[in-house]
């Protein structure tokens, strides 16, 4: 518990830089996503397509909701740039090539320089760098756009990484997890702001507009994070010395793993391990395809507008985070009651959150502009059913590695990381004339990737801690980072994964450690 003449909440400084980083990690996703809707009106549409003989069609709908035939060559006001869909695959793509290159060394950077420093730095470039986009691209075509969206990613990569680092300074044993829920929860926000407000600025004003706002709103944010951020409770100038003391003294009291004492040989060779980062890449490709790709679908296939294409994707990722959190509650419900095993958890959460958008996605592929509302209702379906995957493959490092879970799930994000750079391209080269049949086949592929990992996780995925991963009795309070939420008489270890607290430790556990695990990039499980 904290000491009566320690601040608690809003007149903690704890609590306040927390909700700085939270604004920080909006602007995160703000400027990774914002291109997903800005592309849509940035490029011109073909004025024709070809069927499978070569030769030139058009297609003209009168669309569900619509009195008119649309046009599915009709480019949206304000477009400048003749690029096609391999092109656009690469510039959706480039952003994620930086972020695996920072995902890297951001850890040890923002380790060696302090959060503040590497952060700062890395969110003034990434500002900047938006800011100059439209006026560059017009500038440089394709290839400058290209390169500043991998300077983008490079940039931001490095708050994931940051803000474990900032935390492990920061954060008392019993808050650690409050505190970092609270950071990344700006991502979900930004996601959901960004694909609304990039859809109405697209209408009211131009592609451009996005730009702008968000950089220059990160830009903004920058004064937050230079006055009132500091690395350590030591360096802050306005923390009382009682706050200070009190988080010095608890998170003096934690040990962490040596490097020399991880198990590389053994992680990198467990079939349970390997099911996670299988599934995890798959799950991704997944995930970019709805969130990076997906409102090209629906303007070439739904023929929706880009405010239309914001308000829908906004919900839809609403929807999803709704799910996530209830899924996790059901799943926790599920173990303390000891009504299901943990590895059967997984493995029922797992299937739903596979089965339910992979079959969505393969009938999606033979609806389009006449059937909106079919359509819809499969996005929101799959939204809502890819919600329990994050109860099940997300977690699973905790209960079979608990003291490697960090470790394991930094090596599964960036796999996971080089399946969402790789899936714009594919699709966006699979998509050359924008046709109903090719977006089929995109379906069906990415149906099966899903189907696949599923597979994947079904047959090799457990739910007890393996013998490697086992702490000798001796060794056991010395080695463990404590790191725990007082609930209920039990003890929880969250997993946080993109900002959404999404399932706790195994019944098994409760009662006998307190654990902490540090990640790099966008993934921590702690």
């Known amino acids: 518990t904290v000491p009566e003449h320690v601040p608690t909440g809003f007149s903690s400084y704890r609590l306040k830089q927390a909700l700085v980083l939270m604004l920080g990690f909006f602007f995160v996703f703000g400027l990774q996503i914002n291109i997903s809707i800005a592309i849509v009106c940035m490029v011109k549409v073909s004025n024709t397509t070809t069927d499978n003989t070569g030769n030139a069609t058009s297609k003209f709908y009168i669309c569900e909701g619509d009195t008119q035939p649309s046009d599915p060559s009709q480019s949206v006001p304000g477009a400048e740039f003749e690029w096609n869909n391999s092109q656009q ?60 969206r991998v300077i983008t990613g490079l940039s931001t990569g490095v708050a994931g990484p940051s803000n474990m680092v900032f935390w492990s300074k920061w954060a008392p044993v019993f808050e650690r997890t409050k505190l970092v829920i609270i950071s990344i929860q700006g991502s979900t926000i930004g996601a959901l702001v960004t694909l609304v407000t990039s859809g109405i600025l697209c209408t009211v004003a131009s592609w451009t507009s996005i730009f702008y706002v968000f950089g220059l709103s990160c830009i903004l944010w920058l004064f937050l994070w230079l006055f009132h951020v500091f690395d350590t409770p030591r360096d802050h100038p306005r923390i009382s010395k009682a706050e200070r003391d009190f988080i010095e003294d608890s998170i003096g009291k934690t040990t962490p793993i040596k490097t020399s004492e991880i198990p590389w040989k053994k992680i990198l060779m467990c079939p349970a391990v390997l099911s996670i980062l299988v599934i995890a890449m798959c799950a991704n490709w997944a995930t970019v ?218 019944p098994e556990f409760y009662g006998e450690h307190n654990i902490n695990f540090q990640n790099r990039g966008f993934e921590n499980d702690s």
């Not at 994620?96 to 890395?122: C, E, M, W």
């Not at 017009?138 to 400058?144: D, T």
């Not at 070439?300 to 999803?320: K, N, Y």
């Open 89 to 148: 695959g690469w510039i959706l793509s480039s952003f994620y090539f930086g972020v695996l290159i920072s995902q890297i060394f951001g850890g040890i950077t923002a380790t060696k320089f302090g959060p503040k420093k590497v952060l700062g730095i890395a969110m003034t470039t990434a500002g900047i760098v938006t800011v100059l986009t439209p006026e560059v691209t017009r500038a440089g075509g394709f290839g400058a756009l290209v390169a500043l």
């Open 289 to 506: 395809s709805i969130t990076t790709v997906g409102p090209t679908y629906l303007r070439e296939i739904l023929q929706l507008t880009p405010l239309q294409i914001g308000l829908l994707s906004g919900s839809i990722a609403l929807i999803m985070v709704t799910s996530t959190i209830i899924s996790s509650l059901v799943a926790d419900f599920l173990r303390r009651r000891r009504i299901l095993s943990t590895v059967a958890t997984r493995k029922i959460f797992q299937a739903t959150g596979s089965i339910i958008p992979a079959t969505s996605a393969v009938i999606m592929g033979f609806l389009d502009c006449r059937h909106r509302t079919a359509a819809i209702s499969l996005l929101i379906l799959s939204a809502v059913g890819s919600g329990p995957s994050y109860a099940a493959f997300h977690v699973n490092a905790l209960d079979i590695a608990p003291r490697y879970a960090g470790i394991i799930s930094g090596i599964t994000s960036t796999f996971a990381t080089v399946s969402g750079a790789i899936a714009p391209i594919v699709i966006k080269t699979m998509t050359q004339n924008g046709t109903l049949e090719e977006w089929r086949s995109v379906y069906i592929l990415s149906a099966s990737i899903g189907i696949f990992g599923l597979i994947i996780f079904l047959l090799f995925a457990q739910g007890e801690v393996l013998p490697w991963a086992k702490l000798d009795d001796d060794n056991k309070d010395l080695e463990l980072v404590e790191d725990t939420i007082k609930s209920d008489g039990d003890q929880e270890v969250f997993s946080i994964h993109n900002s959404v607290t999404v399932n706790t430790l195994s």
